[in-house]
Structure formats: C-alpha cells, structure tokens
C-alpha cells in the first residue's frame, strides 16, 4: 500500500504542475501580454479552463493530505521552515482563486474588472513562483533541523539562489504548457500565431532558467548534475526530453495540437522524472546530509492502508467523471458569451 | 500579542471566515434543485430565474470557499505542526475521503454552472443535485476529523506514543454522531434564515416581487424546517457533551459547583474568581434534566477539574448563551411560519411576517459562529481531549502575529468583496430576469 499511496502523491504533483501549472501559465500569459490582445487571451482562456478550472486545484490538495495523513514528519517540517514561503504561497492562491472568479460573475462590468485582471495576473506570476522556492528549498539541503537563529531556520531555508532558480524555471514551465495548450483552444488564426509565438517565448525561458538552475545548484553545492546525469533513468529521460523539443519546435507552427499537447505534458512529465527519481525515496534534503524518506517516515500500516484504500476507492469516481467533463467540453467548447 | 495567541485567533479567524462559505456551498445547491425542479416542471420562467440567478451567486462563495479551504489545509501544519505530526495519521481517514468529495464536488460543478444547454436536462439537474450531496458529505466528515478532536479514539496512548493506530475508528468516534448532526442541520438553518432574509428585504421594497417571492418561500420552507428540529440535536449534543466533556459543560453553563439537582443558568455574567455567576436567571434541576435527562442527578461541576485544565468559563458561556438564544428566536419564527403556511394564509401577504425573517437575516450564521466557539474554546486547553495541550502543539516559529494581521487583513477585504458582489448581483436582477414572465 505504500507504494499505492506514493504513486497518487508523485502522479497528484505531476498533475497539479500540468494542469494547475496550464492553469496559471494562462494568468503569466496575460501578464505578458500586450493591451490589446489580452483581452483575446483573457476569453480564450475563460473558454479552455472555466469548467475545469476548480478541479485542476484539487490535485494540490490531495497532494496536502497525502502528506499529512501518511507523511506526518515531512509535512510538518516543511511546514515549519518553510512557513514564509507557504504563506506568500497560500497567499497567491487566495488573491488568484477569488479574482478569476470575481471577474467573471460580477454582475457590473466596470473599472473592477480591470482590479481583477491585475491581481489575477500578479498572482498567477507569484504562486507557482513560490511553489518553486518550496520544491527548490525541499531537496536543497538548506533546511536546518538545528538551526538556532530565526534566519537560519526562517528565511536562509528557502532564501538562495538555488530556490529562486526553480521558481523561475517552474513560472516559465506554466507559461510554456499554457501556451502550448492554448493554441488548440484559439479561435482564429491569428491568436494561434500568437500562442505559438508564447510557446516559443516561454520554451526558450525555460531553458535559460534551467541553466540557471543548474548554474545556482552549483554555487549552492546541490548535486544537481549528479542527480540528472549521474544514472540511466535521468539521462534517459533528459535525452528524450531534448529530443521532443525539436520535433516539437518543427511541429509548433503546423497545427498538429493534439500532438504538441502530448509532447509538452511529456516534457515536462520526464523533467519531474529526473529530479525526483535519483533521490527517491528523499523528498525533504536536509543540511549536513540527512534526509526525510518517504520509507522511512511513513505512517502505521493500518494508516497507509486505508489512505491508500480511500485514494483508490476516490479514483473509482474522481476518474471517470473528470474524463466526461473533459470530453464534453472538448468536444463542444464554451463559448465566452454563451449564456451560463 | 504573543505568538501563541496569534496562533489561536488566526486559526479561528480562518475557521470562522471558512464555515460561512461551506455553510452556503452545502446548502444552496439544494435550494437549486428545488428551483430547478420547479422549472424543469413548470416551465415557468422565474425559476429558472431564480436557479441562475443562485448559481451565479454560489459560484462566487464557492471560490471563496475552495480557496479558504485550501489555506486551512496547510494552516494546520503553518500553525499546528506538533499536533498534524501525531493526528495527522490518526484523523486522516476523514480528510481522504473528503478530498474525493471535494473532487467530485468540483467537477459536479463544472458540469452544472457550465452545462446549461449543452446536456440532458435531467442530467443536468443531477449534476446539481451531486454537487450538493457530496458537498453535505465532506462538512460530515471534515465535522468527524473536528469531532475526534473532542473525542479522541482509535489509538493508545502509551509512554507519550500513539500505538495501534486504527483511522477507521478514530473516524467513528463518540461525538462524530452528534456532531455532524447539529452541524448539518445548523447549516440549512444559518443558510436558509441568511437567503430568505435577503429576499423578504428585496419583497419589502417592492422589487421584482415574484422573483424573490419564490425564493423566499424555497429558503424560508428550508430554513425553517431546519430550525424546529435543530434544538432537539442540540439537546442530543449537550448530552454527548456532558458524558466526554464534563469541563466543557461546566463552562457552558457557568457551573462551577457539583451539585445534585442543578440548575439550567440563562443568562448571567460569570465571575470566574469567586465562582458564581452574576444577575443570572436560574431554573432549577433543569440541568440535570438536561444534562442526564433526569431532574436530580448530579452534574460534575469546574470544582472537580483541576484548575490547569479549565477552559474559558465566560466565552463558553456567553457563546452558548447565544446560540441558544438565536435558535429558540428561530425556532418561533419558524413556527409562526409554518402556522401562516397551514393555517393563516393572510399572515404571508402581512410585512410583519417578512420583517421578522429580515430581522433575522444574520441569526443562523451567528448562531454558527457561536456553537463553534463553545466547541472550540470549551475544548481548552487540549488541542486533543484530554491527551496533547493546545500550547504544545504550536509552531516554534516566531512573529505568528504578523501573520495574523496579515491573514485578518486579507479576510476582511475579501468579506468586503464578496459582500459588494453579492450586492451587485442582487441589484442587477431587475436588468437581467425582469422580462415579462410567468
Ligand atoms: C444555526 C445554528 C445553531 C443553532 C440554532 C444551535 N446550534 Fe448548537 N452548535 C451549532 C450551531 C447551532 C454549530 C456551529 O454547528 C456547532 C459547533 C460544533 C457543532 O457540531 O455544531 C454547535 C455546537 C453545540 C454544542 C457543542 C457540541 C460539542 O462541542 O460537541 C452544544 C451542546 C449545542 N450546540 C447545543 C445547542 C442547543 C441546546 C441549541 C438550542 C437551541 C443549539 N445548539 C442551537
Ligand atoms: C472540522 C473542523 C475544525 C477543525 C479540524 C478545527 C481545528 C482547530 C485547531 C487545530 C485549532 C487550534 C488548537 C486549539 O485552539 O485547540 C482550533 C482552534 C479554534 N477553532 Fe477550530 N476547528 C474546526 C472547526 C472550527 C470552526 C468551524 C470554527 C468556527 C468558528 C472554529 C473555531 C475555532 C476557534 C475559535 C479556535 C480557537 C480556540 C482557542 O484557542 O481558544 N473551529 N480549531
Ligand atoms: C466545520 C468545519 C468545516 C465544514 C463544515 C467544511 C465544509 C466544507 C465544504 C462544504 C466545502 C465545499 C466548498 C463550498 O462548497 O463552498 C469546503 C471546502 C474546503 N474545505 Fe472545508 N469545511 C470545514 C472545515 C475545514 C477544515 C478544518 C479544512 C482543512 C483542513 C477544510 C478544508 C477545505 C478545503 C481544502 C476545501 C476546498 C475544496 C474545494 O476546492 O472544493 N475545511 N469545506
């Protein structure tokens, strides 16, 4: 059953970078976005995520009791040194989650609408960016279980360059995977062009800030390099990652979407794949070399037995019902002013 | 303030600002479905109307409420760590099992607020039904997880360890029952009064009268059946209460002494020094009756607890003074109501009756508001009954407080909003539903 109940946590993460990663990659978009076409991206986007958009921010939150019924230890440390991060993060959260839905069932369209727009786009910026300081600072080996001082244990756990690197790697992924996304939900030609041109923006971000990343592993002593290369798994997965990229940048421009989307999901899928699987079962990396193991720090048998019972009985319903409603408003899209 | 303190106020303060929205995401899917019924049968406009107009509005607090929620689940570890580090294993079943329903929830959603037109009407209706049933499922069991709090089971507790944990028991625990009883049947209340309240306004002034009309009467039939009923389960509670907590007990009625044949104190301003409650009206033997249902038992009194473990005597009291007062206020109202209905037809067209559900707008949430402070604060000082202190359980990390002035600023403005978009929505419904209709 342990395995069982990894598996969900591992598969809830990777869907909730995809699909809640999609999700706030469309509010970066806008961000960046120049006046006159974010009101496009802003309907486009309406249409591609409205329906599904409450049940993209459940993953996180299976991921949360996961960890807190079965891995009470790691989601409590985390929890206390990475407070700030957590907090700013839950912030996000709540700034993004009320104001997409503000602005679309205020009744009066006025200046609001232009309040929403800001914060929704601010903090579509600002949460995944924190979400990747959180990730970042889990496996950096900044986290001091002996740390004396309140910036030993409060802030240096989560403040180094290595942190802000995966933030910004993770915000140029949500930008990538949205856009990606969003060129098959666009109406016109033009807005395709447009996301393609997104999509090829935030692929070369995300390279630049994977370098990044690597360049801060550096300086900060995390072996990262050791963790993607150094086993057959992560060069695997690295190679076929790279590879797809090429034949996704010969495919961005030819309208092949279904097939764009797939690549995107299995880039990213096998990014998640190499840093986590080197250290597996390690998620939280702590400084002078321990380490909180998702075996070791596991609870009670019976505990992880009905966990993993409750999450296997849950996807009896959760799956199938998430399908139809993604068939059906693939099939016959929303449109923005479709009376609702 | 100390970061303790902190600790404590942001938990209730995002507690507090949580139940208000999954009060409303429990009950309005029900209200419309009945509307939604109406309509599917009748074909008369206005309760289409009345369906939309409400699922725009439950769509705005069921944002608010997902993402209030979201924060709770990682407050709990921000500001418990020690506690989530041991219960989290022990109370989890609960929570797993109302992440699904939460999903199902969500998607449900999806398909109804987003469905219109598109699906089977039945289908469609079904979808909202859903959406409210697993909605009344995860307040039980998130009320579960809260009532293993009080009742702690499921585990020994041996040398500061928790051996042979079993979630399933734990889950079951002794006041699980009761509890989700008197919450579920606090929520149409609160709900119902708050809707009908809004509406008996909006029929006073004369606006789209046939529009809030039926809705009035949907909420009002909800709310007020709720009402009669909630005192009975409170009474079920009380004695639940008084058999696991009998400091709990003690505090809620101010009672300080044991005494056999004790009396039921209304009202009243406790003295916790000289241990006796002030300008309180008193009726004899009714606590006991109350308590163990029999006019002369004894009832353990806050002498025979040790003074380390009293919690608060005068917010208990005064909050359970208040919850009992808006229920029985409820309570005849809603019998006034019901006697209009059956009997007095007049009385529904009179303003007085629509004036009274006006006045009463707020009652229910208050009420709501109130029991979670006498279940809460009546708890203290354990964060787990009898086994692990709430001050023991709290994140070593320094200036909570700031998070707290954060946190409350943050509440605020979003009650603030969501108040001015609901306000909004109701003004606008002239515009948007007044076509000729029937
Ligand atoms: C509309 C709301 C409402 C109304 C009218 C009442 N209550 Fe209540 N009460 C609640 C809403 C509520 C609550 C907020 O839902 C609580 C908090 C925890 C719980 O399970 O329900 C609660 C808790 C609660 C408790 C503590 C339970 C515990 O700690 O386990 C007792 C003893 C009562 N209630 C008793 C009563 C009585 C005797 C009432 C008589 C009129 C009453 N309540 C009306
Ligand atoms: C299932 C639901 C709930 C859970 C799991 C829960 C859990 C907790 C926890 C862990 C604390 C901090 C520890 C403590 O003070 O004992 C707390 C405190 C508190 N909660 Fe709850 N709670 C729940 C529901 C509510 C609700 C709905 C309210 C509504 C007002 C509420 C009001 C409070 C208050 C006032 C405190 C502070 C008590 C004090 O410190 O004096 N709780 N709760
Ligand atoms: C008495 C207390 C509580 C009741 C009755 C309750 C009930 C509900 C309900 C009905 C919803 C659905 C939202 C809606 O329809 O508006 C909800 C949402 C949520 N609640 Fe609570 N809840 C309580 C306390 C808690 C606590 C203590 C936690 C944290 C651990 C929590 C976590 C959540 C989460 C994460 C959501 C969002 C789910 C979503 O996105 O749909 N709740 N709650």
Known sequence: MLYVVITFLWTSILLYLLLGGADYGAGIIELFTSGKNKEVTRKTLYSAIGPIWEANHMWLIIAIVILFVGFPVIYSTMSVNLHIPLTIMLLGIIARGTAFTFRHYDAV?????????????????????????????????HIDP??????SAYIFSWLHWFAVAVGLFTVSI???????YLIGEADDDQSRLRF????????????????LVFIAAYLENVPLMEWVFGNWVGRIAIISATLSLIWMWYLLYQGKIKLLRVLAGFQVTMILLTTTYRHFPNIVILKGGGYLSLMEHAGQEKTMQSLGLALLIGSVFILPALFYLIYSFQKNPLKYNEPH | MNDFIAARSQMALSLGFHIVFSCIGMVMPFFMAVAHYMWLRTDKAVYKNVTKAWSKGVAIFFATGAVSGTVLSFELGLLWPEFMKHAGPIFGMPFSLEGTAFFIEAIALGFFLYGWDRFNKWFHWFTGVIVGVSGLASGILVVAANAWMNSPAGFNFVDGKYLNIDPIKAMFNDAWFSQALHMTIAAFVATGFAVAGIHALMILKGKNVLFHTRSFQIAAIFGCAAALVQPFSGDISAKDVAKRQPAKLAAMEAHFHTEKSASLIVGGIPDEENKRVNYALKLPGFLSFLAHGDFESEVKGLDQIPAENHPPVAITHYAFQIMVGMGTAMMLISALYFMALWKKKKWLESEWLLKLFVAATPLGFIAVEAGWTVTEVGRQPWIINGIMRTADAVTPMPGIAYSFYLFTAVYVSLACVVIFMLYRQIKMVGKLYDKPQL
Request: aromatic content about 14%; charged content about 5%; hydrophobic content about 55%.
């Open chain 1, 196 to 211: 393609a041109h997104k999509a090829q923006f935030f692929n070369i971000a995300a390279v630049i800030c994977g370098i």
């Open chain 1, 174 to 180: 949500c930008g990538f995977l949205a856009s990606v």
């Open chain 1, 146 to 151: 002996n740390a004396d001082t309140f910036l």
């Open chain 1, 109 to 141: 369209v006025d200046d609001m609408q232009h309040i929403y727009n800001t914060i929704f786009a601010i903090s579509s910026f600002v949460t995944p960016f924190f979400l990747g300081i959180i990730a970042g600072s889990a496996v950096s080996g």
